[in-house]
């Protein structure tokens, strides 16, 4: 499809039209991806984070937030739980947290490879190379890292560089796939000057980048951050994104035509938006993936990205029956083994021209 034609999609609001789209997302996904739901269990370790991402709650400058970070001991009795529920998958993931070592988290990836054949997945922002060569020598397979927006100027307003350091997310993508991890990234939908050129230009590059994984999920403002404001002044502006569940779906739905193999979760952040069929109809327009959440109820409502977010009293227990029940309730399978993307099976992971 082409720019044009994406724009178009996202732009309408006809429903005949729509059911059209959410059909052959659904069918893709299920010729090319198949009817299993793969379970990955989400360890959301630290909430430490050296950054000052204008959209994140978990940003260095908020002081109204307790931070915390789970001891390996903590982390390897969630990884425990994973095993006992079939997950084929932990996720660990952090905000940018330069308190931990190197060695620290190796430990932690080589201990799970020795009790478990879980596929480990890390999501810990952008790192040295010497840092992700080391992690990927212990064993974990895959890295998540959301380039947020293809557009390099918005890209640039809310995700600020550090000092004397630049951020390029998707080089940093290109180099963690030569390092042998299966890839995946996503972006925000409805980011404040975020358009619809913005967003289309967002699906063509999942597609140029081959992701393994691609995460998508709306921008939900929170009070702490500074794009609250810009959110409330972007609204009403013609070319602006809405952050709706209706503009979430259609995402997923494009993404899953422009990358067919790929997996796709069905995102916390839109079980947020509609708690009780969001990740039904995530799952129904393109996705494949859901992702439970691992952490202990003390912490889970301090890793507060946005506010209001779906789980944030449950327990590890409530979000796995809750997941089973769910898909099972819709008529598909849970995923066995590790659900490699099979983009990555296929030996795709090249990037296309
Ligand atoms: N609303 C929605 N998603 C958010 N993220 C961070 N802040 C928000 C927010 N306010 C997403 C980013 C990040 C991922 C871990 O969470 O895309 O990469
Ligand atoms: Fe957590 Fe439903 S998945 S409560």
Redesign the pocket.
Known sequence: MDKKRIIEWLKTEDQSALDDLWRQADKTRQQEAGDEVHLRGLIEFSNYCRRKCG???LRADNQSLNRYRMSQDEILQCVEQAVKFGYGTVVLQSGEDFGFSTEWLEQIIKEIKKRTDLAVTLSVGERSMEELSRWKEAGADRYLL?F?TSNPRLYRRIHPPLPGEQSDRISLLRRLRELGYEIGS?V?IGIPGQTYGDLAEDILTFQSLSLDMIGV??????DSTPLMKDFEMSQGSPEQVPNTEAMTYKTIALTRLHCPRANIPSTT?LATLNKAQGRELGLERGANVVMPNLTPPEYRAMYE??PAKACIAETAEQCHSCMKNRIRAMGRTIGKGRGDSPAFLHGSGKEQP
């Open positions: 959209y994140c709650g959301r947020e996503g925000m999920g709306p921008f939900i403002p929170h952040a990205i946005y």
